[in-house]
């Protein structure tokens, strides 16, 4: 009863605030949630698309041949299950020489680059959720705004609290910090209710945002005037977490398993069916299994713990030595077998089920120089030549709009993407800096720019989650696509269709965070235009009385509905990245931090000339 009456509650409100305020408001101030300033694509119609990018190469100049070794061969030792930082690490870089950082970043002038206004805008929209999550959800993992209400949906931690402090910290948002950190400090790590836990966003969300957090704080480029104790406690917290997840490690091969129990400290299998011989295997997700490594990487070097390092090497090697060889070098499968390390499909691409495996090649690469990471460059360099030469597709009668295709079970390639591809751009920009590669350049803006493409044509301005294309050939992959008159009139106005089912948007950052790397890379305007785009459709479409949620149909007026959820990744990602866009690019520069796959910053080792 109690929620039937909250629920009567909130809709006559809505009807009051209907009833007395125009459309839109002669001053936004009267209508508090109402977004400012006002984004209306249903008036205006959609962007026109603006392209020069230079066309991609085909091929890298002065690119080794990648050389396989057997898989596995990183030793296991026994993990030691404390909850205690063991002090500082034998092998850690912190007292060595450390190489100099390399500038990846356009050549900003000192005072330039930012956007004060801009800035201040995507502070104002965290604040607007935060506050709606503080009132009706704190504690809990995620607001549901439609009902002002929270869920436990991650175990009952509270997930937005620990994925969103590290944007808090760099927004300097201090009275937030504050609240978070007396909050984090109190979480049991070591139990759930609500398990078997799921142990690949909960490393990235959670462990990250407590990594991130400490390094942020202890790094002296953000206020840190908070107990000592409470900051402290991140550190201390993320090793009581790493404890659990490393559980899953324990299987006959390293590869990590999709799930831990937290209370039988046992790996809890995944399983994929292979259709054409009915034969299922004990699997684990390439994406899951491969992005360990730089958060625990760092997390090693933090705490002198170096069994977390040698814990995602281990499934590491695996990936980066595949058996069977996939279709195109480097791009490998979405599936391996957790009992004998092979590869079990043949879906490469940069798409969901492999993206964060090929992100943190380069990205751990750039955190440290090793041997180890040197094999990560290589392979990644294997997949960005992949993509250059037979996944790099542009659609029928669109020759310059840039798709990167996936590949289906059998490595057929697929004339569709979806919208978590869309860090590829991004990705290939910062391996063009960092490795002095500018034939690289071209690929990551075409990619950027092809992702961009289905935001500004839709009628909210936000993207969907997953389209496609017909080829040179004007053919589609599915044959019903061939006949479907309605996509085949898209895809002649636009240069893609979006597949019935597919029209979402969730808060999902990715295209966004290319738009970030390519303003921050290139110094190019545009590129900030278009983030600023995309957060005016989002406050315009996403935004309600109880902070932000998703909708259901990016080409209906206004999304044509609500669903009931914010994700935490929201203020991890899609404001952090629209914030750092306009913010002084000095603000996390890109010489000295590396972001993990949910946009969660790790100083790079390497020498600022500061100190």
């Not at 404890?243 to 324990?250: E, L, P, R, Y």
């Not at 979806?418 to 350049?441: Q, T, V």
């Amino acid at each position: 009863m109690a929620t039937t009456l909250s629920i009567v509650s909130l809709l006559t409100s809505l009807v009051v605030a209907e009833t007395t305020a125009t459309y839109p408001p002669a001053s936004y101030s009267s209508v508090q949630w109402w977004p400012s300033p006002a984004f209306v694509t249903e008036t205006s119609g959609p962007i026109v698309p603006d392209y020069y990018t230079p066309s991609i190469t085909k091929t890298l100049t002065s690119l080794a041949p990648y050389t396989y070794t057997s898989s596995g061969t990183s030793a296991l030792t026994a993990f030691s299950n404390s909850t205690s930082p063991s002090g500082p690490s034998s092998t850690s870089t912190a007292n060595a020489t450390l190489p100099k950082c390399k500038q990846i970043q356009f050549d900003f002038p000192a005072g330039s680059g930012g956007n004060a206004e801009r800035a201040d805008a995507v502070k104002e929209a965290y604040l607007w959720g935060w506050n709606a999550y503080t009132k009706y959800a704190f504690g809990k993992d995620e607001l549901q705004p439609l009902n002002a209400s929270g869920v436990n949906n991650w175990y009952g931690w509270g997930v937005t609290i620990v994925d969103a402090i590290d944007t808090a910290i760099i927004m300097n948002l201090t009275d937030v910090v504050a609240q978070q950190l007396e909050f984090i400090q109190t979480i049991d790590f070591t139990t759930t209710e609500y398990g078997p836990v799921e142990i690949f966003d909960v490393s990235i969300r959670y462990l990250g945002g407590l990594i991130s957090a400490y390094d942020l704080l202890k790094s002296g480029q953000f206020y840190n005037g908070y107990p000592q104790d409470q900051v402290e406690a991140l550190l201390s917290q993320a090793v009581s977490l790493a404890d659990k997840i490393a559980f899953g490690f324990n299987t006959p091969t390293g590869l990590s398993s999709a799930n831990v129990n937290f209370t039988s400290n046992e790996p809890v299998f995944g399983t994929y069916t292979i259709a054409a011989t009915n034969v299922t295997y004990n699997s684990t997700n390439t994406a899951s299994t491969g992005t360990y490594i730089l958060d625990w990487f760092r997390l090693a070097d933090l705490t002198g713990n170096e069994t977390y390092r040698q814990l995602s090497e281990r499934a590491e090697s695996y990936l980066v030595n595949p058996s069977p060889a996939p279709i195109f070098p480097g791009l490998i499968g979405t599936q391996f077998d957790i009992d004998t390390g092979l590869m079990l499909t043949f879906d490469g691409g940069f798409q969901a089920g492999v993206d964060s495996f090929l992100e943190y090649l380069i990205k751990t690469y750039q955190y440290q120089v090793t041997s180890t990471t040197m094999q990560y460059k290589d392979f990644w360099l294997q997949a960005a030549q992949s993509a250059m030469s037979y996944i790099a597709l542009q659609p029928y009668a669109f020759p310059n709009l840039t798709f990167l295709s996936t590949l289906d079970v059998n490595g057929t390639i697929a004339l569709g993407t979806d919208d978590f591809a869309c860090f590829a751009g991004g990705n290939f920009l910062l391996g063009a800096k960092l490795l002095d590669m500018p034939d690289l350049i071209p690929l990551g803006l075409a990619v950027t720019d092809g992702c961009h493409q289905t935001y500004n044509t839709t009628l909210t301005g936000l993207g969907p989650i997953q389209w496609g294309w017909y080829n040179g050939s004007n053919q589609a992959y599915d044959p019903q696509d061939d006949v479907d008159a309605a996509e085949r009139k898209w895809a002649m106005k636009y240069g893609y269709f979006i597949p019935e089912g597919d029209e979402n948007w969730a808060s999902r950052p990715e295209p966004t965070e290319s738009l970030y790397y390519g303003y921050r890379i290139t110094g190019e305007q545009r590129w900030a235009e278009y983030a600023w785009q995309n957060f005016l459709a989002i406050n315009e479409t996403a935004r309600n009385v109880n902070g932000f949620a998703t909708i259901n149909n990016v080409n209906m007026p206004f999304g044509g509905s609500m669903l009931n959820g914010l994700d935490s990744f929201f203020f991890a990602e899609v404001l952090k990245y629209l914030y750092l866009t306009f913010t002084d690019p000095s603000v996390i520069d890109l010489a000295e931090w590396v972001l993990n796959t949910e946009a969660h910053p790790f100083p790079v080792l390497c020498d600022n000339g500061s100190s």
